[in-house]
């Protein structure tokens, strides 16, 4: 039998892991920090931030392929509109994640996803100066022929 490529099955089959997948999408907005298990967190991580990095460029194009992955308008609207702008500046690095324990009655690991929208404090301390790398020539050796002694 072959082995799937496509990542973790998240507790099923293909059909499962496509209907937590769209469950976890639905859940994308600003306000709601939500608790998955630790491996459908894996899951979930770098397609929001691929959705947020669409939504950041915001032409159609980008809209529409969005729209491919998360079917509710409203929640794309939401990216496009609320979220996109309060991440504008931030290169990358969308999502926290905080692992909060374990889950009373199965001991499953638990996290909280939340999306980061605090702007982006750019550093004002001066940078270090860069050391001058002098360039010495150093002096020419006469070069030896290659003819066998």
């Given at each position: 039998?072959?082995?799937?490529t496509?990542?973790?099955?998240?507790?099923?089959?293909p059909?499962?892991k496509?209907s937590?997948?769209?469950?976890l999408?639905?859940?994308?907005?600003?306000?709601?920090v939500?608790?998955?298990l630790?491996?459908?967190r894996?899951?979930?991580?770098?397609?929001?931030?691929?959705?947020?990095t669409?939504?950041k460029?915001?032409?159609?194009?980008a809209?529409r392929r969005?729209?491919?992955?998360?079917?509710?308008?409203?929640?794309?609207?939401?990216?496009?509109?609320?979220?996109?702008p309060?991440?504008?500046?931030?290169?990358?690095?969308?999502?926290?994640?905080?692992?909060?324990?374990?889950?009373?009655?199965?001991?499953?690991?638990m996290?909280?996803?939340e999306?980061i929208l605090?702007?982006v404090?750019?550093?004002?301390?001066?940078?270090?100066?860069?050391?001058?790398?002098?360039?010495?020539?150093?002096p020419?050796?006469?070069?030896?022929?290659?003819?066998?002694?």
């Amino acid at each position: 039998m072959p082995k799937p490529t496509k990542g973790p099955r998240l507790g099923g089959g293909p059909a499962h892991k496509s209907s937590c997948s769209r469950i976890l999408r639905l859940r994308f907005s600003p306000t709601v920090v939500f608790r998955p298990l630790r491996r459908r967190r894996s899951a979930f991580v770098p397609l929001a931030e691929r959705m947020v990095t669409f939504a950041k460029r915001g032409d159609l194009h980008a809209r529409r392929r969005v729209m491919t992955v998360i079917r509710d308008k409203s929640a794309v609207h939401k990216l496009f509109t609320e979220i996109a702008p309060l991440v504008e500046h931030r290169e990358g690095g969308y999502t926290r994640i905080v692992k909060t324990g374990y889950r009373k009655g199965d001991n499953a690991p638990m996290a909280i996803i939340e999306l980061i929208l605090d702007p982006v404090e750019r550093s004002l301390r001066p940078r270090k100066p860069r050391l001058q790398v002098t360039q010495q020539r150093l002096p020419r050796l006469p070069l030896r022929s290659m003819a066998p002694r």
